[in-house]
């Protein structure tokens, strides 16, 4: 009889534990969203406390078990790997769930660089990180759309993100001036500007003439200096003038101001006088010498 009575004691003592490991238990939802709201079911009877343990953050809840948790909207920041702890006396019940991010609502945008020569071909580099409310990338694919403009013509292209980034290359115009390069996700967009600026003088846009002779020097000129598109070369671009006689070489760097570039030279009776800027070359004049 005692045998039966301890054998009894033990088999409702064990049914007790299952039945109280059984009475903790939760239910997940599987379609979580950063800043939305999410219930949590709970089943059994008494009190419990809930932790949500996710990325940079512990969320703690006293509860009711047998009755749902509402978990608000701004308690889940961080998109990713949570795990659900449900402690109530016994064998903690534990679930792993995963929190998507919620709808774009930043951007992050890069454009660069942010001077560059005119009609160079894929020259601008734009890239844009989508984020949502908190920060978090937003790695479904979203379309982008880019717009790199100025003067009222440009390039527009849409590109959908990949893993919560998109990007263009882009060439710059033919005229110099600000370009604004614009990023948009529906409704949100992000600027920048993009400084076009005039290139090396081209072959044909290098000219020079003298300007004035005396019996110690000879004053030569540039015309307006211009690239290929025919933009003013930037104020402060050297130009290199070289004189060559009899005598040897002599050679004089000068900048350019108000678009043209001016340098003065020893007086010759019979010298070649050419001109340079970087690898571009110019006229050349002759002076004296019967030519």
Request: proline residues 5%; hydrophobic residues 40%; positive net charge.
């Amino acid at each position: 009889m005692r045998r039966f009575v301890l054998y009894g004691s033990l088999v409702l003592t064990c049914w007790f534990a299952v039945d109280s490991a059984r009475a903790a238990e939760l239910r997940i939802p599987q379609n979580a969203v950063v800043g939305q709201p999410m219930t949590v079911g709970t089943t059994g009877e008494g009190d419990a406390t809930l932790l949500l343990i996710g990325p940079g953050e512990v969320l703690k809840h006293d509860v009711k078990l047998g009755k749902d948790v509402q978990i608000k909207g701004e308690e889940l920041r961080h998109a990713g790997r949570w795990i659900a702890v449900l402690r109530s006396g016994g064998r903690p019940e534990s679930q792993v769930f995963w929190v998507k991010p919620g709808p774009p609502e930043n951007l992050s945008f890069l454009a660069r660089p942010s001077r560059v020569a005119v009609a160079q071909r894929n020259a601008i580099t734009g890239t844009v990180l989508v984020f949502d409310k908190f920060r978090n990338l937003v790695l479904q694919p979203v379309p982008v759309n880019f717009n790199l403009a100025m003067n009222g013509s440009g390039v527009s292209q849409t590109v959908t993100s990949h893993e919560g980034v998109a990007w263009i290359d882009a060439s710059s115009g033919p005229r110099e001036g600000a370009a604004q390069f614009v990023a948009s996700v529906g409704n949100i967009t992000e600027r920048r500007v993009v400084q076009q600026v005039a290139a090396e003088a081209c072959m044909g846009g290098l000219r020079m003439h003298v300007a004035q002779r005396t019996k110690d020097s000879i004053i030569v000129e540039t015309d307006p200096v211009r690239d290929c598109s025919g933009n003013p070369v930037p104020d402060g671009t050297i130009v290199t003038f070289i004189e060559n006689d009899k005598s040897g070489k002599s050679a004089v760097d000068a900048r350019i101001k108000k678009g043209v570039a001016k340098a003065e030279l020893p007086a010759s009776d019979d010298a070649t006088i050419s001109v340079a800027a970087g690898v571009t070359l110019g006229n050349e004049l002759h002076v004296g010498g019967g030519r």
